[in-house]
C-alpha cells in the first residue's frame, strides 16, 4: 500500500515538458546572452510584421486600383516633400513603401523558411540513408551531392526559370514564381545538410544502442528515423538556422537579377532591384530601406544560428 | 533436439580483395536452459560467433559456410524478414557497454514499449504493464518511475538490470550476453551475473556467455568452450575445464589469472600475443606460444580427442592418452 502511495508521489513529482524546459541549459544560456535576447526579439518583431502585413499595412500594394502613379517616388515622411500618408516614401509606381516592405518580407521569410523544409527532407533522407547504410548507396548520393553543390544556385535558377518562363509564360509565370523559388533553393542547397547528417550518423551508427536495436528485430526505416534521427537533430538545427538566412540571401539575388518574384508581388530581393533604377536620380530610399531590412533579418537570423551553435556544441566553448 | 546447433561455422572478412577467416570451423550446440560460456582473448572469435548467430555480422565480414540451426530454423539461410521475427523476440542480446546500449534521446519506457509493439500485436497499454512486469523482475527500485527516465539519469549497474529487462521482455529462448559485467565494478559485477543467473533458470531461458573472465563463467556456467584463433581448442563441463585444463592454452589462461600468483613474483603470463587473422600459423595456431610445442604441432591441426568428461584439440595430449593406452594394455 505505501509502495503503491510512494510511487505515485514520484510520478507526480516527475518533471513535464515544459519544466524541464524551464530548467533546460538552452534556456539557461538564453537568459544569460544578451545578443540571442536582442536577436529573437527583433526576428519575431520581424515575423509578426511581416505575417501581419493584411492587418496593419496601410495599403495592399498586390492591390493596382489602389495605387496613383501621381504618387511616385514621394521621399519618406520626415523629408522634404514627404507625405505623413507613406510614413517610408513609395516606389515608382507610387506604391507605399512601408506596406511593400511588410509584404516583401512576407515573401522572402516563407521563401526562407519553405527552402529549408525542402533542404532538411531532401538533406535528412539522403544523408540518413548515406550514413546507414554505407557502402555504394553512400558513395552514389555523395557524388550526387558534389554534383549538386558544383551548380551554383544562381545556374540552377537561371536554367529552370528560364524554361519555366518559356513554357507557362510570364503571367503564369508570377502564380508559380514562390513554389518554384522554394524548390530551386531547396533542391540547390539540400548537400549541405545531408553531409551533415552523414557525418553525425556516421558517429552514431558506431554505438552499441544501434546494434541492440538491431538485435531487437527493428527495421532499418525504424532505426534510421526513430534512433538515429533524434541523435543528429542539433546540428541539423544549427546549420537549418543559418540556411534560412543564406536562403533569404539566395531569393535575394535572384531577385534581384529578375529570375525571382515578379515586380507584382515583390520580395525584398526585387523591391531593391526596383529601387536600384532610381538610386541616381535621388530616389535611395525605395533601395536603402528594403536593403536594411534585408540585411537587418539575416544578421539577426545568423547571430541566432551561432549562438544556437555555441549552446549546442559543448566542446565550443568561447574562452 | 537441441535449441541451437552450430555446425562448421565458417565466417570471413573481406579485406582488399582477400578474405581472412576468423571463425575456422566451429562446432557446438546448446540445450533449452542451458548456459554455455565461450572463453578466449580478445581476437579470438568470441563475438564474431554470437553476432554470426542472429546473422548479423557487419560489412565486410559474411559467413561463407556451416549450419546454424535455432529451433528447426536455418538461420543462416533465412530472409531478412523471417530473421527479424527471431531477433529480439526468441534470441536477445546483451551487451558490454550498459552506457552504449541504450538510446540516449528515449525514455526507457518509450525504448522497451518500442520493442514490445515491433513484435506483437498489444497496445501501448498493455506494453507499458508488461514493461512493469519486466522491470520489477530485474528488482529495479521503483519501476513506475524508471519507465519515463531517460537512460543517462540512471548509474551504470542499473542500466544493466534495465537492459536484462528489455532482454527479456518478449521472453526469448535464448540470450547471448557479450561480456555484460565488464564495464562495471566488481561488486555490480557479482549482483548482476547472480540476477542474470537466477532469471535464466526461473524463466527456463538458455544463456550464452560471452567473456574472458574465467572467474564468472566458473560462477554461472555448466558447460565452457575455449577458443583461439577462430577454433574451439577445448570444450567441456565447466567445473572439469577450471579445476584440470588439458590444453596448454586453457592452462595458461588460469594461470594467468592474478589470484594464481604467488604474491611478490611476476604474474604468470602467456608469452606472446595472439595472431593476427591474415597471418595464422600453419598446423595448431597456438604453437609459437606454447611451451610443449613438437614438429608436428607446426604441421597438423590437432583434432579433439576426448580426456573424461573434456574435448581438447591438442597433440599432446593426444600423445600422452596414446601412451597410457599403450601401457594400459601392456
Known amino acids: 500500500m505505501s509502495e503503491e502511495t510512494s510511487t505515485a508521489d514520484l510520478r507526480a513529482q516527475m518533471p513535464g515538458a515544459w519544466a524541464r524546459f524551464r530548467k533546460s541549459y538552452l534556456l539557461y544560456s538564453f537568459k544569460r546572452d544578451p545578443v540571442a535576447q536582442l536577436c529573437l526579439l527583433i526576428f519575431i518583431i520581424i515575423t509578426i510584421a511581416a505575417f501581419g502585413a493584411p492587418w496593419w499595412a496601410p495599403t495592399d500594394p498586390y492591390d493596382l486600383t489602389g495605387i496613383d502613379i501621381m504618387n511616385s517616388e514621394l521621399p519618406p515622411m520626415w523629408l522634404d516633400g514627404g507625405d505623413a500618408a507613406f510614413p517610408l516614401g513609395t516606389d515608382a509606381q507610387g506604391r507605399d513603401l512601408l506596406s511593400t516592405i511588410l509584404y516583401g518580407t512576407r515573401v522572402s521569410l516563407l521563401i526562407g523558411f ?46 529552370v526559370g528560364a524554361i519555366v518562363k518559356a513554357s507557362f509564360g510570364n503571367l503564369m509565370f508570377g502564380q508559380v514564381a514562390l513554389i518554384l523559388l522554394i524548390l530551386i533553393i531547396g533542391i540547390a542547397e539540400w548537400p549541405q545538410i545531408a553531409r551533415t547528417v552523414r557525418a553525425s550518423v556516421l558517429a552514431e551508427r558506431s554505438k552499441e544502442y544501434v546494434d541492440a536495436a538491431r538485435v531487437m528485430g527493428f527495421r532499418a526505416p525504424r532505426i534510421m528515423f526513430r534512433h538515429l534521427l533524434p541523435n543528429t537533430l542539433s546540428p541539423i538545427f544549427v546549420i537549418a538556422t543559418v540556411q534560412i538566412a543564406n536562403a533569404i540571401i539566395s531569393e535575394a539575388a535572384l531577385s534581384f537579377l529578375g529570375l525571382g518574384m515578379p515586380e507584382t ?41 551561432d549562438w544556437l551553435r555555441d549552446v549546442m556544441n559543448p566542446r565550443l566553448h568561447k574562452g | 533436439m537441441a535449441l541451437l546447433d552450430v555446425r562448421q561455422l565458417d565466417v570471413r572478412f573481406s579485406s582488399r580483395g582477400k578474405a581472412v577467416q576468423a571463425l575456422r570451423g566451429i562446432d557446438f550446440s546448446l540445450e533449452r536452459g542451458e548456459r554455455l560460456g565461450i572463453v578466449g582473448e580478445s581476437g579470438a572469435g568470441k563475438s564474431v560467433a554470437a553476432f554470426s548467430i542472429l546473422n548479423l555480422i557487419a560489412h565486410p565480414g559474411f559467413i561463407a559456410g556451416g549450419e546454424i540451426t535455432f529451433d528447426g530454423h536455418h538461420l543462416n539461410r533465412m530472409s531478412e524478414r523471417q530473421l527479424r521475427k ?22 526507457l519506457g518509450a525504448q522497451m514499449i518500442e520493442c514490445l509493439k515491433a513484435h506483437r500485436r498489444i497496445s501501448t497499454r498493455e506494453a507499458r504493464q508488461i514493461a512493469l512486469d519486466k522491470l520489477n523482475l530485474v528488482q529495479i527500485p521503483s519501476p513506475e518511475r524508471r519507465l519515463d ?27 547471448i550476453a557479450d561480456e555484460p559485467t565488464t564495464a562495471l565494478d566488481v561488486t555490480i559485477q557479482a549482483e548482476i551475473m547472480a540476477l542474470l543467473t537466477e532469471l535464466c533458470d526461473t524463466q527456463n531461458v538458455a544463456l550464452m556467455l560471452i567473456t574472458h573472465d574465467l572467474g564468472v563463467v566458473s560462477q554461472v556456467t555448466r558447460r565452457t568452450l575455449v577458443m583461439y ?18 590444453h596448454p592454452y586453457t592452462q595458461g589462461l588460469l594461470d594467468a589469472l592474478p589470484q594464481m600468483a604467488t604474491p611478490g613474483e611476476r604474474l604468470n603470463q602467456i608469452p606472446g600475443a595472439m595472431p593476427s587473422l591474415n597471418n595464422i600459423p600453419p598446423g595448431c595456431a597456438f604453437n609459437p606460444r606454447c611451451t610443449f610445442a613438437t614438429e608436428r604441432c607446426t604441421r597438423e591441426v590437432p583434432h579433439f580427442v576426448s580426456t573424461g568428461g573434456t574435448q581438447v584439440a591438442c597433440h599432446m595430449v593426444e600423445a600422452m592418452l596414446a601412451k597410457e593406452k599403450a601401457h594400459d594394455t601392456v
Open chain 1, 114 to 159: 519553405g527552402a529549408v523544409a525542402m533542404q532538411c527532407v531532401l538533406g535528412i533522407l539522403f544523408g540518413l540513408l548515406a550514413g546507414y547504410f554505407g557502402g555504394i548507396i553512400d558513395a552514389t548520393l555523395m557524388r550526387l551531392a558534389d554534383i549538386q553543390l558544383s551548380f551554383s544556385t544562381l545556374m540552377v535558377a537561371i536554367l
Open chain 1, 265 to 305: 508581388q515583390p520580395s525584398l530581393g526585387s523591391l531593391i532591384k526596383s529601387g536600384f533604377d532610381y538610386i541616381q536620380s535621388g530616389a535611395w530610399w525605395i533601395t536603402l530601406i528594403p536593403g536594411a531590412v534585408l540585411v537587418v533579418l539575416v544578421l539577426v537570423i545568423n547571430l541566432l544560428g
Open chain 2, 86 to 107: 527471431i531477433r529480439g523476440d526468441r534470441i536477445a542480446m546483451i551487451f558490454q557497454d550498459p552506457m552504449m546500449t541504450l538510446n540516449p534521446v528515449l525514455t
Open chain 2, 149 to 175: 527516465q531517460y537512460p543517462h539519469e540512471l548509474s551504470g549497474g542499473m542500466r544493466q538490470r534495465i537492459i536484462i529487462a528489455i532482454a527479456l521482455l518478449l521472453d526469448p529462448d535464448l540470450i
Open chain 2, 229 to 246: 584463433a577462430g577454433r574451439i581448442i577445448e570444450q567441456g563441463p565447466t567445473r572439469e575445464i577450471i579445476n584440470d585444463p588439458q
